[in-house]
């Protein structure tokens, strides 16, 4: 069973049709990131999950609720955290508590307040006195202390500086671990590749890929090569045809490629040049995003 499960979803905003037929899947004990433009759709995809974006249409089921189970029941289920958090100005962290113990059947105070104690949170201070990253904190506690098994997070270290999004790292990860199923967006993808197990890329309302980030690591490699003389043009046209090579660089001596499957063919061309050195590395998640998606994140 997923934590949650979407398929041919879709959704507008106005005239615009942001969701085109979104397929996504996220395991339990997971922490799988939601990857794409602005505009692209995450947050969309977030607000539908829960309900919360009126005409969204396709199948949408949470853990083991029927599908098309409706807003209420799914947010006792499943618990969000929009963009730069959502808090009551006038309400402490302890008055959020207070109220979250009335709202979930499945409260927990001590992951609250734990929570909130490692993102140095004030438990006492009205929440439209807070830092950004403090407001971050809250919602973010609040979220935990719901005992939801599916969270969905959008940007959710926006705000926090380094310490605190380390912090929150380790929480995420460590709520993975007890078996919980956590959904984030990012658009800081070295942190990503430090935080998550799964990637889904998103790109005009649909989800162009969705895989294992050991998978993705093990499918795109760059190889370089450092070459014992200038390789002749012909030498370069042969490696450039060897399945599996998506790009080719020559800077001087050293030859770079950028490989996506099994890369024995390529590294028994190369070994055939005769290389001073050979070194394989998985592409940046950077790389493989732009690939797929088109510029940056």
């Keep these: ?146 005992g939801c098994q599916l969270l969905l997070l959008d940007e959710p270290t926006n705000g926090l500086d380094p310490e605190h999004r380390e912090r929150l790292a380790g929480l995420l990860a460590a709520h993975a671990a007890e078996g919980y199923a956590v959904l984030l967006s990012s658009h800081v993808l070295p942190e990503v590749e430090g935080l998550a197990d799964r990637a889904a890329f998103l790109k005009e309302g649909r989800v162009v890929l969705e895989a294992d980030l050991d998978e993705l690591r093990a499918q795109h490699a760059v190889v370089q090569a450092i070459l014992p003389d200038v390789l002749p043009a012909g030498t370069l046209r042969h490696l450039e045809s060897v399945a599996g090579v998506e790009r080719l660089d020559v800077q001087g001596r050293t030859l770079t490629l950028q490989v996506r499957g099994a890369r024995e063919a390529v590294l028994a061309a190369i070994a055939a040049a005769r290389p001073v050195d050979v070194q394989v590395r998985p592409r940046p998640l950077a790389e493989v995003y732009a690939d797929l998606l088109g510029g940056a994140a």
Aim: proline share 6%.
């Design 1 to 146: 069973m997923n934590a949650l499960r979407v398929r041919d979803l879709h959704a507008r905003h106005g005239r615009r049709e942001v969701l085109r037929g979104a397929d996504l899947q996220v395991p339990p004990g997971s922490i799988t990131a939601l990857l794409g433009q602005n505009g692209s759709g995450k947050s969309t995809l977030m607000r539908a999950v829960l309900g919360l974006h009126p005409g969204a249409r396709g199948v949408i089921e949470v853990l083991d609720l029927p599908p098309g189970a409706g807003g209420l029941l799914v947010r006792q289920r499943a618990a969000l955290v929009p963009t730069g958090g959502t808090v009551m100005p006038g309400e402490t962290a302890r008055t959020h508590f207070a109220f979250g113990e009335r709202v979930y059947g499945t409260w927990n105070r001590a992951m609250a307040l734990a929570t909130a104690g490692a993102l140095h949170v004030p438990l006492d201070q009205p929440a439209g006195k807070l830092s950004t990253g403090q407001r971050m904190g809250l919602a973010v506690a609040y979220a935990f202390g719901s």
